[in-house]
């Protein structure tokens, strides 16, 4: 299957490590990779502060891009969703823009649902605390929210799972938002960072050496705050763990 490489902006902007091991994941099930080199922002920034009439030339950019890959994949269960859920151009491209949005997959629901993983030869011997964003949990449904009386699953974590060596620690409030939110911890700093503050608090309680999860924007504010606070925790994204030996 042709497969094409979502990378966020700011993921390859700051985090290549991320998009690298993204790709040596699809290449290791045997997925045919493109890169299209001259993709930019996905637009959900400017959507999610309410000018989502100024991402027009965006979406044609994406579908000019991605158009004519079999699937779309991206390391960013908020950036996926965004596709998924507003992607839509003028004309003719309209078409294109719905196989699309019928098509691209956040990472770890790409490995689970479409290649079917069931084992990984991977090997990182820490304690690892999961952070479940909210786009993948209740945009995208990789794993079962806490309120609802329904039996629990997690897409990340079945993964993880598969990991040789591994110990995954049970946080208290497993699917809390951790504040980020884009534009909101520009707009709202201080409940924020507070938001921030208590999820960490929950991995430093329970014990979490290496902090991960499928959105880099979430983690990139959790990392500042372990920095700030310099604590003993270090912060990777899921591909990366499972792409570890």
């Known amino acids: ?100 949005r019928q098509r691209v997959y956040e990472l770890t629901e790409f490995l689970t649902d479409v290649l079917k993983v069931e084992n990984l030869s991977a090997h990182f011997p820490y304690r690892v605390g999961l952070h479940q964003s909210c786009h993948g949990q209740r945009g995208l449904h990789l794993s079962q929210m806490s309120e609802l009386v329904a039996p629990a699953f997690s897409k990340p974590e079945k993964l993880l799972r598969m990991v040789d060596g591994i110990e995954l620690v049970q946080l208290t409030r497993r699917d809390e938002c951790c504040g980020f939110g884009g534009t909101f911890c520009v707009a709202e700093e201080a409940v924020s960072a507070r938001m921030g503050v208590d999820r960490i608090d929950d991995h430093v309680k329970n014990g979490t050496q290496v902090l991960t999860g499928g959105d880099m924007s979430c983690l990139m504010h959790l990392e500042g705050i372990i920095r700030r606070r310099e604590l003993p925790i270090k912060v990777m994204h899921i591909a990366e763990i499972l792409t570890a030996n």
């Open 1 to 100: 299957m042709k497969v094409g490489l979502f990378i966020p902006c700011y993921v390859d902007q700051f985090y290549p490590k991320v998009g690298i091991a993204t790709l040596q994941l699809l290449e290791k099930f045997g997925c045919e990779v493109g890169y299209p080199a001259n993709q930019t922002c996905c637009g959900q920034p400017m959507a999610n502060s309410g000018y989502e009439h100024l991402t027009h030339d965006c979406n044609r950019l994406f579908v000019q891009n991605f158009a004519d890959f079999d699937y779309i994949v991206g390391p960013s269960g908020s950036c996926v969703l965004h596709i998924k859920e507003h992607l839509h151009t003028e004309g003719e491209g309209e078409a294109k823009a719905t196989h699309i």
